[in-house]
């Protein structure tokens, strides 16, 4: 068996929890890729075209599009895009980010979020902030920051749909404050770290040094679902990068991911994306438009 971080965002390191800008020309991703962090991108002299959770999704020239990252995600067509702003924002600060709890809530939830009016922030920004991101000032770091945080107010105040709708269930509200960011920000880590293995809920809780019902009582307050249902959604993520970027058999990816069972496996696969494995490996290649090799025929 194969490492178990292969195209995995486990080697989620310290660089992650850095707020970083880049400004360049986009170009075609050659597989999925996924990462803890929030993802803001902002295209500019033409669309582009992403997939993600099995879906073509066209972010439009000037507008400003959010989704989080820990969703499997490809780029796959630029079109005329000459140039493309990407920041990644640190989820501990998008949760502490000054906005509406719906636009928070649709994000944590799997939505494809983009502002409803065009060239709320141009290219100059973008460069800006992007050599401010390298300096060594902290001072136009920080600067870079707050101007960031507004940039995501603005786009939450002057509005915003969904490319990709997600339905989070009971609006719940964030509440947050910097004590719980980071009792969340410790949890997700270790989860990041462990999911592949047999841990448990009084496993996270431990890590952060909390009863596991105020553990549990937290992270359902704060991201909507329970710490199980987080463990079980980043194994069936990894599953999902697996199936759309090798030729692996599904009971090999299974084990790989941290299901006991096969049964348990295509179970929960079916619950979250709501087809088989097979047949998601099907549909992703299909939309990319090639297949890597023939793939073997799926077995219950």
């Known amino acids: 068996m194969q490492d178990p971080t292969e195209i995995s965002p486990l080697s989620w390191l310290q660089a992650d929890e850095v707020l970083s800008v880049e400004f360049r020309q986009p ?114 770091y920080q600067l870079m920051q707050e101007e960031i945080t507004l940039m995501i107010k603005r786009v939450a105040v002057s509005g915003w749909e969904e490319l990709l709708h997600t339905s989070p269930g009971k609006l719940h509200s964030l509440q947050m404050n910097e004590r719980k960011i980071r009792y969340i920000q410790q949890m997700l880590s270790f989860i990041a770290e462990h999911y592949h293995e047999a841990i448990r809920v009084n496993e996270v809780a431990a890590k952060v040094q909390l009863h596991p019902n105020y553990a549990m009582n937290l992270f359902k307050q704060v991201m909507g679902y329970s710490i199980k249902d987080h463990i079980t959604m980043m194994k069936v993520n990894h599953a999902r990068a697996l199936l759309a970027e090798t030729n692996r058999s599904i009971l090999d990816i299974s084990l790989t991911t941290g299901f006991s069972a096969m049964s348990r496996f295509y179970e929960s696969f079916h619950k979250l994306v709501g087809v088989t494995p097979h047949q998601y490996r099907l549909n992703t290649r299909s939309n990319a438009g090639a297949l890597l090799l023939p793939i073997e025929k799926e077995t219950a």
């Open 27 to 140: 170009g075609d991703m050659p597989g999925y890729h996924w990462h803890r962090q929030v993802e803001v991108n902002i295209p500019f002299g033409g669309p582009v075209r992403y997939l993600i959770n099995d879906q073509l999704i066209q972010l439009p020239e000037g507008h400003i599009g959010l989704f989080w990252g820990v969703i499997p995600h490809r780029l796959i067509e630029c079109e005329n895009c000459t140039q493309m702003g990407v920041i990644n924002i640190p989820l501990s600060r998008f949760l502490g980010l000054p906005v509406d709890d719906l636009l928070l809530n649709k994000v944590l939830h799997g939505s494809v979020v983009i502002s409803t009016a065009k060239d709320l922030f141009g290219s100059h920004e973008l460069r800006r902030w992007h050599n401010d991101s390298l300096c060594h000032s902290h001072g136009l």
